[in-house]
């Protein structure tokens, strides 16, 4: 018995399978409340890539969302490394907090790198860095200054792990999500160049 993605949640068939999840699921633990609100996202989520799929869109939508989780993960590593920085004041902390923020984060774009992986035999995969046009350089600075912090702290399995970076153009050709021409209209004086 599954889901019918093409009706509601709150269709007849669809509530016989969530009634069954929720019974099957429910303990001390996890109350009916709680597992009825997972069961709907759940659906909810089905139901959007059932949809993306029909229309064809499902690779462009995962390769968007990609690029918003690495933003996250980059404002989360940023965070924390000011948070434990020793070099700034509390005032400059504080100031640049402030921007922390998902809107002033750059963009990640996969690219494929000319040379190939010895012991894969395949195209060494690298990450393409979008600077902001509008964010004034003292900001990238400390962008890149907290992003030095953040990966001297990574293990060695960690550092591994992570993907190569290259420094891309300012304008990106395939204008990706969350890339903004323009900076938010909280932006500070200070955080952006200029002429914008």
């Not at 509008?134 to 200054?145: A, C, G, I, L, T």
Request: aromatic share 6%.
């Amino acid at each position: 018995m599954q889901w019918d993605t093409s009706s509601g949640f709150s269709s007849p068939e669809n509530m016989r399978v969530t009634s069954e999840i929720v019974t099957a699921c429910v303990n001390e633990k996890y109350p009916a409340s709680v597992v009825q609100k997972a069961t709907k996202k759940y659906f909810t989520t089905l139901k959007r890539r059932s949809r993306l799929q029909t229309n064809n869109k499902l690779p462009d939508a995962r390769k968007k969302q990609r690029r918003l989780q690495r933003k996250h993960h980059k404002l989360q590593n940023r965070k924390v490394a000011l948070s434990g920085s020793t070099t700034l004041t509390q005032e400059q902390k504080e100031k640049f907090s402030s921007i922390l923020r998902i809107e002033y984060m750059s963009s990640e774009e996969s690219a494929e790198e000319s040379g190939e992986d010895e012991h894969m035999g395949e195209r060494l995969k690298v990450l393409l860095i979008h600077t902001l046009p509008w964010r004034n350089p003292s900001v990238n600075e400390m962008f890149q200054s907290l992003d030095r912090k953040s990966a001297r702290k990574r293990t060695s399995r960690a550092a591994e792990m992570c993907r190569k970076r290259c420094r891309g153009s300012a304008t990106e050709p395939s204008s990706p999500s969350g890339f903004t021409a323009k900076p938010p209209p909280s932006c500070p004086a200070w955080a952006k160049v200029s002429d914008c």
